[in-house]
């Protein structure tokens, strides 16, 4: 006897760890569904891309690491010398599409694989909605011959040291993809390739183009719901129901009839209605 | 943000960008000194200003440029000629860039004809220095405002005696 109690209890102990643990697991699923649909202030925040602060990463020892800033405070517009323009300025912020700065030299050896690469701007396999711009440092510090002998054809060459300054490169070769509308940052870093940079490029425009798509199935759903809203008042405030109005609050057996407290509620000519009309509260 | 270069200065609003650069070849002379044929290349200064992304490759008159253009585009082009011409008939002297209306602006004046663009074209000598300002509008239909854009952009365009 004392053995088949013994084996009861073990046997509910284990289906309450069970049920415990489906409770947990249904309670995970609850808050994450609750935070794709937008969730509610102080809720914790919803999963996906989400900056990565300048403490939270190491570059390996060759390669230049990233400017500690949060972003840029003024203008990043460029403007110097070319190697063919005797003075050029660029737009970088208040248009419409992205640029991506390439700040690169024309002594480094890294750099001459970018300069190789840039040749054919077709084949960088970059958004429509990238311009790529390259800078270099300006004449008294970059050889204008050299940099003349490897800047292609179809790509604007910036010569200024301003630019290396205002956006506080660490090195060449470095790369920063400036949104135009925004003015922001969407990435920065440097490589040993093209392949490599691209391929940090991508990942940053897929991160912007999954959280938009968050963002932008969180606005469908706020904007149904307005949406659901608006039609309701708008049946309701046609049939006569005002914010208020007793036929709101559920049927009341008493509001039959006429009742001292609500004496136009009986019949209206112009189709208003009373407590009990048809219409009821969605 | 300013450009500077050769003598000629503007300053781009926002939205506007520029390139300041010498006029590419044409110009050049051949004249025989002794055994010697010596090449003399005029070259003179060819201003690009434009509300969109100047392509490279472009043309002294935009070429390269006006086919991108689209609806609300303008390119302000201020081409220098020579001293042969300062002060002729067709290059009058004015004391600043000449302004520009919307009735300026016409499909006929256009160097390379696109669909539906406009040109508008002015002569005019500056401080001792001939130029033409040429500008081109990616929608004829936005003439009136573009003019008005361009006319204030080309208001502070500040040009130094040669």
């Known amino acids: 006897m004392t053995a088949v109690v013994v084996a009861l209890a073990l046997v509910v102990a284990v289906l309450t760890l069970l049920v415990l643990g489906l409770l947990r697991s249904h309670a995970d699923i609850l808050r994450r569904l609750h935070q794709l649909d937008g969730g509610s202030e102080g809720a914790a925040p919803a999963q996906g891309p989400r900056p990565v602060g300048r403490d939270e990463f190491t570059t390996f020892p060759e390669v230049a690491a990233p400017p500690e800033r949060e972003g840029f405070t003024e203008s990043r517009d460029l403007a110097g010398v070319g190697v063919d323009d005797d003075a050029l300025t660029v737009r970088v912020t208040g248009v ?17 694989r970018f300069w190789d690469a840039f040749q054919k701007p077709a084949k960088l396999g970059l958004p429509r909605d990238v311009r790529t711009v390259i800078v270099t440092k300006g004449p008294d510090q970059e050889s204008p011959s050299a940099v003349a002998d490897l800047a292609p054809s179809s790509l604007p060459v910036v010569m200024t040291n301003d630019a290396w300054m205002s956006y506080d490169v660490p090195g060449s070769p470095y790369f920063v993809l400036v949104d135009g509308r925004t003015g922001k940052v969407q ?7 093209w392949p490599q940079v691209k391929g940090l490029l991508t990942q940053v425009t897929d991160d912007d183009s999954y959280a938009a798509d968050l963002e932008a199935r969180r606005v469908a759903k706020y904007r149904a719901d307005d949406e659901r809203e608006r039609r309701v008042d708008d049946e309701l405030l046609a049939a006569g129901i005002a914010p208020g109005d007793p036929s709101l609050f559920g049927p009341a ?12 509620s009986a019949a209206k000519p112009d189709g208003a209605v009373s407590p009990d009309s048809p219409v009821a509260p969605h | 943000m300013k450009i500077e270069a050769h003598g000629i200065r503007a300053e781009l609003p926002a939205g506007w960008e520029g ?3 010498r006029r590419t070849s044409g110009a050049a002379t051949g004249r025989r000194r002794g055994g010697t044929t010596v090449v003399r290349e005029e070259t003179a200064p060819v201003l690009h ?8 490759g472009r043309g002294d008159f935009g070429s390269g440029a006006v086919d991108i253009m689209g609806t609300g585009h303008v390119l302000v082009v201020l081409v220098e000629y020579g001293a042969d011409s300062v002060g002729t008939a067709l290059f009058p002297t004015v004391s600043r860039v000449p302004r520009l209306t919307a ?10 004809v696109q669909r539906g663009q406009a040109g508008a074209q002015r002569f005019f ?7 033409c300002l040429y500008t ?9 405002p573009l003019a008005r854009s361009t006319n204030d952009l080309t208001a502070q365009i500040q040009v130094t005696p040669r």
């Open chain 1, 96 to 112: 419409e599409h992205r640029t991506l700065v390439a700040f690169l030299s024309g002594t480094c050896l890294t750099c001459q």
């Open chain 1, 187 to 193: 990435g920065e870093g440097t490589g040993i390739d």
């Open chain 1, 253 to 264: 057996v008493e509001a039959q009839g006429d009742t001292p407290d609500n004496p136009d």
């Open chain 2, 19 to 21: 390139r300041l650069t």
């Open chain 2, 49 to 56: 200003m434009a509300n969109f992304a100047l392509p490279e």
């Open chain 2, 103 to 112: 009735r300026m602006f016409s499909d006929r004046a256009l160097q390379r």
């Open chain 2, 125 to 131: 000598t500056l401080k001792g220095r001939a130029f």
């Open chain 2, 136 to 144: 081109v509008v990616g929608d004829q239909r936005d003439a009136a």
